[in-house]
Each structure stands twice: as structure tokens, then as C-alpha cells.
């Protein structure tokens, strides 16, 4: 299986700065179309996990643009621009380039 | 707006089936696909398996031989069995709809609603 390391597992962050998650994968996880198999997703406190990012960079529906995917291969990193409040919780990478899709342990996002 | 939402026995004996089932509300199963994931506490999230209303079905090798997904679309509901179960089975539950992404120009799914999650306990 693909193993996902994220980095750092906790993120304290002041509001209005900018946070950046990192996510490491032990395959490439770039296909011959471009694209990178590679998702973020979120789980906010007492909800359900929600989609952020899909395919490296794109943004799922309704996803402010304050939330950035990058990376490239097996180095991905997920940048939340001006953080609210609202932001808190616990951010996943996920891989979809080989079955079965595996996950990283999540990083905590919190703020000072 | 589709929810969906887990519901299962929460305490389930060493050896015995662990039985799970989701319902989706405010939709129908339609052309998506339906799956299972769990998190073990302190572990990552761990996919179980998928399945489409075709007849498609998907499963992590390491439970193969003991997962069963089956889909009612009927009753609006997707159901996850785990024969066999022991202590490393305890985890938080959840039910998840992939999503074919539309901005795209090849087939790419990814997880767009999930359930809030539901703790199994497996223990005598």
C-alpha cells in the first residue's frame, strides 16, 4: 500500500496568517495525464469529514479560494490563506493513485 | 440537502459480524458510488469498500475475506458486514459517497458527503 506521512501532525495558527500542510507520499502519485492522484479533506469538530481539494489542486464545490492544493509526484502541500476561526480541525491527504485508497495520519489545525 | 447517516449495533463480541448500515436521505443512491471507511483509535482512516448500484464493487485486501458491502436502493441504504471481528476492529465507522469529478475530461472520483461516524466496540 501507498503510505501518506503528513507534517506537522499539529499546527497552532494565529488568525489572518497562513498555514501550510505538508504531504508526503512513498509512490509517485502523478499519472501519464498530468494529474496527481491526491485528495484533502477536512473534518471540522462534531461534523462529518468534507472535501477540499481533489486531483492535487482543484478545489471542491463551495470551497473558499483562501484554500490551495500543490505539489507534484510524491510532495504535496495544502495552504490555507487568512485563517478564520472557522478553519479549525483535522486535515486529511488522501491518495486515489493505487488501490486501496490510504490516508495520512492528519494534522490538527488549531488557533492561538 | 443528502445526508447520510450510520446506524449498527455499537458493542459487538469477539468473533461475531459487526453489521452496519447507512442511509441516505434527501437523495437517492443514483450513479454514484457508496463506501465504507473506518478509523481505528489513534490509526489513520482506513478504506474498507466501495459499491455502485451497477453491480461495481471494491475491496482493501487486507479485509477482503471478511467484508461484505451490499447496496438497497430500494430503502435508500448501503450496508457493510465484517465477519470474524476482534479487538483491532474497534474503530469509528463511516459511510461516504464518491462523487464523479465534472471538471475533468477522464473518470475520477472522490469522497464529496460523508456520514458523521459511528463507534464499534468490539468487545466481550
Known amino acids: 500500500d501507498i503510505v501518506m506521512t503528513q507534517s506537522p501532525l499539529s499546527l497552532p495558527v494565529s488568525p489572518g496568517e497562513s498555514a501550510s500542510i505538508s504531504c508526503r507520499s512513498s509512490?509517485?502519485?502523478?499519472?501519464?495525464?498530468?494529474?496527481?492522484?491526491l485528495d484533502w479533506y477536512v473534518q471540522k469538530p462534531g461534523k462529518s469529514p468534507q472535501p477540499l481539494i481533489y486531483?492535487?489542486?482543484i478545489r471542491a464545490s463551495g470551497v473558499p479560494d483562501r484554500f490551495s492544493g500543490s505539489g507534484s509526484g510524491t510532495d504535496f502541500t495544502l495552504k490555507i490563506s487568512r485563517v478564520e476561526a472557522a478553519d479549525v480541525g483535522l486535515y486529511y491527504c488522501?491518495?486515489?493513485?493505487?488501490?486501496?485508497?490510504?490516508f495520512g495520519q492528519g494534522t490538527k489545525v488549531e488557533i492561538k | 440537502q443528502v445526508q447520510l447517516q450510520e446506524s449498527g449495533p455499537g458493542l459487538v463480541k469477539p468473533s461475531e459480524t459487526l453489521s452496519l448500515t447507512c442511509t441516505v436521505s434527501?437523495?437517492?443512491?443514483?450513479?454514484?458510488?457508496w463506501s465504507w471507511s473506518r478509523q481505528p483509535p489513534g490509526k489513520k482512516l482506513e478504506f474498507i469498500a466501495y459499491?455502485?448500484?451497477?453491480?461495481?464493487?471494491n475491496y482493501n485486501p487486507s479485509l477482503k475475506s471478511r467484508v461484505t458491502i451490499s447496496l438497497d436502493t430500494s430503502k435508500g441504504q448501503f450496508s457493510l458486514r465484517l465477519s470474524s471481528v476482534t479487538a483491532a476492529d474497534t474503530a469509528i465507522y463511516y459511510c461516504?459517497?464518491?462523487?464523479?469529478?465534472?471538471?475533468?475530461?477522464?473518470?475520477?472520483?472522490?469522497?464529496?458527503?460523508w456520514g458523521r461516524g459511528t463507534l464499534v466496540t468490539v468487545s466481550s
Open positions: 461516504a459517497r464518491l462523487t464523479k469529478a465534472m471538471t475533468v475530461p477522464f473518470i475520477y472520483h472522490y469522497f464529496d458527503l
Open positions: 434527501g437523495g437517492s443512491i443514483g450513479d454514484h458510488y
Open positions: 459499491i455502485h448500484n451497477s453491480g461495481d464493487t
Open positions: 509512490q509517485s502519485l502523478l499519472r501519464s495525464n498530468g494529474y496527481n492522484y
Open positions: 486531483l492535487g489542486s
Open positions: 488522501m491518495q486515489a493513485e493505487q488501490a486501496p485508497r490510504t
